[in-house]
């Protein structure tokens, strides 16, 4: 197959890479700006690519130039070139087949071919960035637990999936007494340091599946799958036991908290089991505090 030399003369002025290949595949013509993308031959231009880091070597058919063949329509693709991971900046290369038809049959495949690396670069740090907007949007900066924002979302998604698997739930709200006293006698920094050091020790009595969200001041809330009502408010009154003997250099009494635990009832959505729960944090401060009491109790 003859290639006009118009075509020629003008694949050879683009900047762009442009391969032209027959029906069967062959490589007809490759114009400088391809050639100088990487080093290749007709015999393995077809070869090396991933769909992305870490991915495995795309086959030969599932290549843009024969997926244009196969299904007779323009393909487009971006593929990484796996012999280049080594370099400081991967190549990333964008390639588009297009089937060229003369009276209904297949006459060749033109291939453009750009390369990409410089802007994928700036996309995946702009996406990296994003991601991390997307944490602190849901993180509270101070324990790094969950925040309140979060929470509706933490809610459905546990409450779905332990109906789903047929599981308890438990649920437990408390907050530290008098918290808004300590910062105001000891200082914001002094408060700080209790919420951290108390988001940690709780994290230390947590089993797996369990989300702890921070959702104001002092308050928490604890999402405990496959724990009954009795066996979480065990776990939750060791955990305020070990705080209560804590030593913390800004304060000058023990810090106690106060809660409430509720289990989930038959089709009680997650909302009404946390205002369950939030009605018994409210008695366990008017009967003294530096308790957690269920519905058992009251």
């Given at each position: 197959m003859n290639l006009s030399k118009d075509v020629v003369l003008f694949a050879e002025q683009l900047s762009n890479g442009v391969m032209i290949f027959s029906p069967e595949c062959e490589v007809l013509y490759t114009n400088p700006a391809a050639l100088n993308m990487w080093n290749h031959n007709s015999s393995n231009v077809l070869e090396g690519f991933a769909t992305a880091a870490g991915e495995k070597t795309i086959s030969q058919y599932e290549h843009p130039v024969m997926q244009a063949i196969q299904s007779n329509r323009a393909v487009s693709q971006t593929l990484l070139r796996k012999d280049s991971l080594q370099k400081t900046m991967p190549q990333w290369v964008k390639m588009t087949a297009n089937p060229?038809?003369?009276?209904?049959?297949?006459?060749?495949?033109?291939?453009?071919?750009?390369?990409?690396?410089?802007?994928?670069?700036?996309?995946?740090?702009?996406?990296?960035?994003?991601?991390?907007?997307?944490?602190?949007?849901?993180?509270?900066?101070?324990?790094?637990?969950?925040?309140?924002?979060?929470?509706?979302?933490?809610?459905?998604?546990?409450?779905?999936?332990?109906?789903?698997?047929?599981?308890?739930?438990?649920?437990?709200?408390?907050?530290?007494?008098?918290?808004?006293r300590l910062n105001e006698a000891q200082g914001r920094h002094c408060g700080d340091d209790v919420l951290r050091y108390l988001a940690a020790l709780l994290g230390n009595h947590m089993h797996d599946g369990d989300v702890i969200a921070r959702t104001g001041g002092g308050e928490f809330l604890v999402l405990l799958p496959s724990c009954k009502a009795k066996q979480a408010l065990e776990r939750m009154e060791l955990f305020a036991a070990q705080l209560r003997n804590s030593a913390l250099q800004c304060t000058v009494r023990p810090i106690t908290v106060s809660g409430g635990i509720a289990e989930m009832a038959e089709h009680e959505k997650g909302a009404q089991l946390v205002e369950r729960a939030d009605s018994l944090l409210y008695l366990a401060k008017l009967d003294g505090r530096d308790k957690f009491l269920t519905e058992d109790a009251v």
């Open positions: 060229i038809q003369d009276d209904g049959q297949l006459r060749y495949v033109l291939l453009s071919l750009e390369d990409v690396t410089q802007s994928k670069h700036v996309s995946d740090i702009l996406t990296s960035r994003s991601y991390m907007l997307d944490q602190l949007d849901v993180v509270d900066s101070t324990t790094g637990l969950y925040n309140s924002r979060y929470v509706p979302a933490l809610l459905e998604r546990t409450v779905s999936d332990v109906v789903a698997q047929n599981l308890t739930l438990s649920v437990c709200v408390f907050d530290i007494d008098h918290f808004t």
